[in-house]
């Protein structure tokens, strides 16, 4: 069934499946001792797949893997490429703090291995997607350098007829964890000088495995969780630690003047069954007061 909308807002121009920090480890060790990261990822594409929706593009915001192994990648490659196949989907593979560029370029965009930082432009069919590479090799915290931003600039002096997203792994904004600000993503100003005046409409990010949102330089920023563990939000800032459980993905609605990002859990639980395809067929046989009678007036 093609998107219906009954509201003021037309269906989204552009659908974006967005993922982050799914942390494979070689062999489907589990992650820390504790964690399945391979069936992480497996459990994310199954829900993808459960929406039904047919993206634009599936981003996976990095921290691919969690230690850079050639065999991590490919495993990765081997779950999430059918998934996007199926849906006629391109996969935007970001660069994480514990990512490798050298491997990750060799395994996942077939190059040779190199340290350059990987960034790339996709036109979603005129949404611009730009990816930035805020990976410091041989360090945890986050700088989209001087070089980079230059390239920056020069890419979005032309502005995209649906507008920019871009796509990093850290996100340019605080975090109320301590522990997250020493690997914060640095030269914050110098990056916002760069999109002062831009079309940019929205910032995708990971890094914090908890899914969060707020704004840089006036830009929407939305941070996706992670699909291997979560931080366990219960408990007192300076003790926050992983937990098994809270997974989920976000899925990016772009509308002409608006977009929104939903936290989808990664989880199967008993549905209720009112809504369905032939609900919204009958609802979309009414006219607009009719939908309105039959939907919104208060019983007696």
């Known amino acids: 069934?093609?998107?219906?909308?009954?509201?003021?807002?037309?269906?989204?121009?552009?659908?974006?499946?967005?993922l982050s920090d799914t942390h494979l480890l070689a062999g489907d060790r589990p992650l820390g001792g504790a964690y399945d990261a391979t069936g992480g990822v497996a459990a994310a594409l199954a829900a993808v797949e459960r929406t039904g929706i047919r993206p634009d593009a599936i981003v996976v915001t990095g921290d691919l893997t969690d230690l850079g192994e050639p065999a991590a990648y490919r495993r990765l490659r081997e779950l999430v490429e059918p998934m996007a196949e199926q849906l006629d989907a391109p996969v935007v593979w970001v660069a994480g703090n514990h990512d490798?560029?050298?491997?990750?370029?060799?395994?996942?965009?077939?190059?040779?291995g190199s340290e350059a930082p990987l960034t790339a432009v996709h036109d979603l069919d005129g949404l611009r997607l730009v990816v930035l590479d805020s990976t410091v090799p041989g360090w945890h915290h986050g700088l989209v350098d001087a070089a980079q931003r230059e390239w920056l600039r020069e890419v979005l002096a032309e502005p995209a007829p649906l507008?920019?997203?871009l796509a990093?792994?850290?996100?340019?904004?605080p975090s109320h964890i301590?522990?997250?600000d020493i690997l914060e993503l640095r030269e914050q100003d110098e990056l916002a000088a760069v999109l002062a005046g831009t079309d940019v409409r929205g910032i995708l990010a990971g890094h914090l495995h908890y899914s969060t949102s707020g704004t840089f330089a006036g830009i929407?920023?939305?941070v996706a969780s992670a699909?291997?563990?979560t931080m366990n939000l219960q408990r007192p800032a300076t003790e926050v630690n992983g937990m098994d459980a809270g997974q989920s993905f976000h899925l990016v609605h772009v509308y002409d003047d608006t977009i929104t990002h939903t936290v989808v859990p990664v989880v199967e639980a008993p549905t209720g069954d009112y809504f369905s395809a032939e609900w919204v067929e009958r609802m979309a046989a009414l006219t607009p007061d009719e939908r309105l009678e039959a939907f919104s007036r208060k019983p007696a």
Do not use: K, N, W
């Open 1 to 18: 069934m093609q998107p219906v909308s009954f509201g003021r807002h037309a269906p989204a121009v552009r659908t974006i499946v967005h």
């Open 100 to 112: 490798e560029r050298p491997a990750l370029r060799e395994v996942l965009f077939d190059e040779p």
């Open 168 to 173: 990093l792994h850290h996100p340019p904004i």
């Open 163 to 165: 507008g920019t997203l």
């Open 178 to 180: 301590p522990f997250f």
């Open 220 to 222: 929407p920023v939305s």
């Open 227 to 229: 699909t291997c563990y």
